[in-house]
């Protein structure tokens, strides 16, 4: 099987598969006698090593492994490439950096270098390319700041290298199943040292505190700041191109002694919450593609994918 990313349950999926007489009954295709491969089309609901199960309709579909060809995940639903800029845009202004601007349709934020995102180009217009001059202009740009020109590979808006191993997933606030108790959790405007502390431990590394403070707390916006012990989260409300206010987790982080004990769907029932109540109608979070274990837990809480994306140092 091939694919960028592997499928996770729950995904949308198109399998390719080889024609034969053991495959021949699933074919989402009329039978063509000379044809080879055929695909289906539908939600990933299991997959083991010996085949993976398709839910095509009111049928489960089963497709033995040795006759897989490709896997390629889907967009939970149709997305157009404006779609893709609009939520982009507002989740770079849920992490904005202490400084930003946008040029040519592109996004150029400057941080202090806590994290890669702070500090990075993001395409959120339609005349966003990566042309020679667009290219030397982000270069310049990020030279003139002292930082080293990095840009987020956005899916389907720039020329793909390999670097877009991230997903974008989004729900419907409405669709999102937040109902865990979550009484003991705090939120707060603005964080405090025992919350930047955990975010320090959450990203190991020589960033010190007010490098930390001076990510987090830039928001085009609204930020809020939830604690349940040492495990934190950050969640915010952004506008995208639209005008439409999007709810973000931009940042969720269980202590290693809190973890098994539900504190972070706890932290992120409370964030949910909150945005309910700041009148937020749809969410985002933005993952590592790799994390298998966190794709299904989000998956499960009712995110699908949107898009990919990657970071990729110019």
């Given at each position: 099987?091939?694919?960028q990313?592997?499928?996770t349950?729950?995904?949308?999926?198109?399998?390719?598969f080889a024609?034969?007489?053991h495959?021949a009954?699933?074919?989402?295709?009329?039978?063509?006698?000379?044809?080879?491969?055929s695909?289906?089309?539908?939600?990933?609901?299991?997959?083991?090593?010996a085949?993976?199960?398709?839910?095509r309709?009111d049928d489960?579909?089963?497709v033995p492994?040795?006759?897989i060809?490709?896997?390629?995940?889907?967009?939970?639903r149709?997305?157009?490439?404006?779609?893709?800029?609009?939520?982009?845009?507002?989740?770079?202004?849920?992490?904005?950096?202490?400084?930003?601007?946008?040029?040519?349709?592109?996004?150029?934020?400057?941080?202090?270098?806590f994290?890669v995102r702070?500090?990075?180009?993001?395409?959120?217009?339609?005349?966003?390319?990566l042309d020679d001059?667009?290219?030397?202009?982000?270069?310049s740009?990020?030279?003139?700041?002292?930082?080293p020109?990095?840009?987020?590979?956005?899916?389907?808006?720039?020329?793909?290298t390999?670097a877009?191993?991230?997903?974008?997933?989004?729900?419907?606030?409405?669709?999102?199943?937040?109902?865990?108790?979550?009484?003991?959790?705090?939120?707060?405007?603005?964080p405090?040292?025992?919350?930047?502390?955990?975010?320090?431990?959450a990203r190991?590394g020589?960033?010190?505190?007010?490098?930390?403070?001076d990510?987090?707390?830039?928001?085009?916006?609204?930020?809020?700041?939830?604690?349940?012990g040492d495990?934190?989260?950050?969640?915010?409300?952004?506008?995208d191109?639209?005008?439409?206010?999007?709810?973000?987790?931009?940042?969720l982080?269980?202590?290693?002694?809190?973890?098994?004990?539900?504190?972070?769907?706890?932290?992120?029932?409370?964030l949910?919450?909150w945005?309910?109540?700041?009148?937020?109608?749809?969410?985002?979070i933005?993952?590592?593609?790799k994390?298998t274990?966190?794709?299904?837990?989000?998956?499960?809480?009712?995110?699908?994918?949107?898009?990919?994306?990657?970071?990729r140092?110019?």
């Amino acid at each position: 099987m091939a694919s960028q990313l592997p499928p996770t349950r729950g995904d949308r999926v198109v399998v390719r598969f080889a024609l034969n007489e053991h495959t021949a009954h699933i074919s989402d295709r009329t039978r063509d006698p000379a044809a080879t491969l055929s695909d289906i089309t539908g939600r990933l609901i299991a997959s083991t090593d010996a085949a993976l199960t398709v839910q095509r309709g009111d049928d489960e579909v089963v497709v033995p492994t040795e006759f897989i060809v490709s896997v390629r995940t889907l967009s939970t639903r149709t997305v157009r490439n404006s779609d893709i800029r609009s939520v982009e845009l507002a989740a770079a202004r849920g992490w904005p950096g202490r400084e930003h601007e946008i040029a040519d349709g592109w996004m150029l934020r400057a941080s202090s270098g806590f994290t890669v995102r702070g500090s990075s180009a993001v395409p959120v217009g339609s005349e966003a390319r990566l042309d020679d001059s667009s290219v030397a202009a982000i270069r310049s740009w990020y030279a003139e700041r002292d930082l080293p020109p990095w840009l987020i590979e956005v899916e389907r808006l720039l020329p793909v290298t390999g670097a877009a191993v991230s997903e974008m997933l989004t729900a419907s606030i409405d669709e999102l199943t937040s109902g865990h108790d979550h009484t003991e959790v705090t939120i707060s405007a603005q964080p405090d040292e025992r919350w930047l502390t955990a975010q320090l431990r959450a990203r190991p590394g020589e960033s010190s505190l007010a490098a930390a403070q001076d990510e987090v707390e830039s928001v085009i916006g609204t930020a809020c700041f939830a604690a349940l012990g040492d495990s934190i989260g950050r969640g915010t409300i952004t506008e995208d191109a639209h005008g439409r206010p999007w709810f973000g987790i931009t940042s969720l982080w269980t202590d290693e002694h809190a973890r098994g004990t539900g504190a972070g769907r706890a932290i992120v029932s409370a964030l949910t919450a909150w945005a309910r109540e700041q009148g937020a109608e749809h969410a985002y979070i933005q993952l590592d593609g790799k994390k298998t274990t966190q794709r299904d837990w989000y998956r499960g809480l009712g995110y699908g994918l949107h898009h990919r994306f990657g970071y990729r140092r110019l």
